[in-house]
């Protein structure tokens, strides 16, 4: 028999379909959310148990970038005489787009592979087909508790980053060219404003929820056993990511026009 080949529209059609499944399952998280109907310890296990396994690698990218930020714009800054703009560019950079960025990619590759990983075992060992069979919401038990987490998550981790990026600068302008304290942190009070650090941490909220979205139902369409698994937590995050790119360029235009 030969095989069938793929319509014309079959791409679009996948794409669709991929997307009406996210919205219907947050429609479903978001009814849960409403009415309350979910566990807050389980939200709160959840939230510590993705923040810590994401923290280290949050606070380690979010160091070197500001490190490489500051090396290349310090010496250039100081033999323009332009070294009051140093740490404002540091600032500016991680605050605005980097710190939430870096941190929901990061976030994506430890975090949301660790949803998709572990829901796509429930499914092939079927435990989601037992909860479902006992008349159990999987998604009221095992995605709505992940993705508030992932909500809170997210942001908190960016506050680290923004800091240790902030303060990953500093150092380096001051072992690059001897930068004084004053002239690096005035220059950071002056550039950022206060809506500057929060309109970031509504990206970074928006980036929690997408991973976790994601991962979520990625984990729901595992199927062959561990190979299986394996795909769908590789598609997850190559998912997640693209997506953190994409809503990133959009509410960056949208934030900060």
């Not at 540091?90 to 929901?104: D, K, N, Q, S």
């Not at 004053?182 to 980036?207: C, M, N, P, R």
């Not at 990511?241 to 900060?256: C, G, K, R, T, Y």
Request: contains cysteine; proline residues 3%; glycine residues 12%.
């Amino acid at each position: 028999m030969a095989p069938r080949r793929a319509g014309p529209f079959s791409g679009v059609n996948r794409f669709f379909e991929y997307a009406g499944g996210l919205a219907t399952m947050f429609g479903e998280v978001c009814r849960n959310v409403v009415t309350l109907n979910f566990r807050p310890v389980e939200v709160i296990r959840q939230a510590y148990f993705l923040g810590v396994e994401s923290w280290t690698i949050v606070v380690l990218t979010s160091l070197f970038t500001g490190l490489v930020i500051s090396l290349e714009a310090a010496s250039q800054a100081v033999s323009y005489g332009l070294s009051q703009f140093v740490g404002g560019s540091v600032a500016f950079g991680e605050v605005r787009e980097l710190g939430p960025m870096l941190t929901g990619i990061v976030f994506a590759g430890r975090a949301g592979a660790a949803i998709t990983a572990s829901l796509g075992s429930m499914v092939v060992t079927e435990q989601v087909e037992a909860l479902q069979s006992m008349g159990v919401s999987a998604v009221k038990v095992l995605v709505t508790p992940r993705l508030l987490a992932s909500l809170i998550t997210v942001p908190m981790l960016t506050v680290f980053a923004d800091i240790v990026g902030v303060y990953g600068g500093y150092y380096m302008a001051w072992l690059r060219v001897h930068m004084s304290p004053y002239t690096y942190w005035h220059s950071v009070q002056t550039t950022i404003i206060f809506s500057d650090f929060y309109k970031g941490l509504e990206k970074a909220a928006v980036f929690g929820v997408l991973v976790a979205l994601v991962a979520g139902y990625e984990g729901f369409r595992a199927e062959g056993g561990a190979e299986g698994v394996g795909r769908v937590t590789t598609h997850a995050v190559v998912t997640g990511i693209i997506l953190i790119f994409v809503f990133n360029f959009a509410l960056s235009f949208v934030l900060f026009p």
